[in-house]
């Protein structure tokens, strides 16, 4: 009989932001990671907590999707990759238009928006674009501090 891979732990971890943001590479990358720190916290108006796969999150909500998969997932946030650093923009960026045509250099994913170097994009534009995706999320759930 097959065994069948334990599912994917998700969610939040004992570690430290500092320490995520200090171990980032290339090393460019810990400035931005301090950067987006600092505005993610202002934006959004929580603090974060480091979640699996080592993202940087700021806020929760509690989702449950028609098929009965439920689970807890952080509002917003980003993570540090060698790359690029992934702007995780919960619950997606469908009618931000408007703001990404004003960002500067970027690709997107489902709900992701993936910069290469942070010097490159607007910054207030960042703001504008968590602020927006944690009000349409509000929309549909609870979103509460980390």
């Known amino acids: 009989m097959a065994e069948t891979a334990p599912a994917k732990e998700t969610g939040p971890t ?13 090393a460019h990358r810990r400035e931005e990671g301090r950067v987006l720190d600092a505005l993610f916290r ?3 108006g929580f603090e974060p907590l480091v979640w699996s796969g080592g993202m940087i999150g700021y806020g929760r909500y509690d989702y449950a999707y028609k098929s009965g998969r439920t689970g807890t997932w952080f509002a917003t ?12 923009i ?8 408007d703001l990404l045509a004003r960002l500067g250099p ?41």
Do not use: Q, W
Not at 90 to 97: Q, R, T, V
Not at 106 to 115: P, Q, S
């Open 14 to 26: 004992e570690a430290e932001v500092a320490d995520v943001i200090a171990a980032a590479e290339p």
């Open 42 to 44: 202002e934006a959004s």
């Open 90 to 97: 919960m619950p997606g960026y469908a009618d931000f238009g």
């Open 106 to 146: 970027h690709k997107t994913g489902a709900a992701c928006i993936y910069v290469t170097r942070l010097t490159r994009v607007d910054p207030f534009v960042i703001a504008e674009i968590v602020r927006a995706g944690l009000a349409i999320l509000r929309k549909h759930y609870d979103v509460t501090p980390t």
């Open 77 to 88: 946030g980003f993570a540090l990759r060698k790359a690029n650093v992934a702007l995780h």
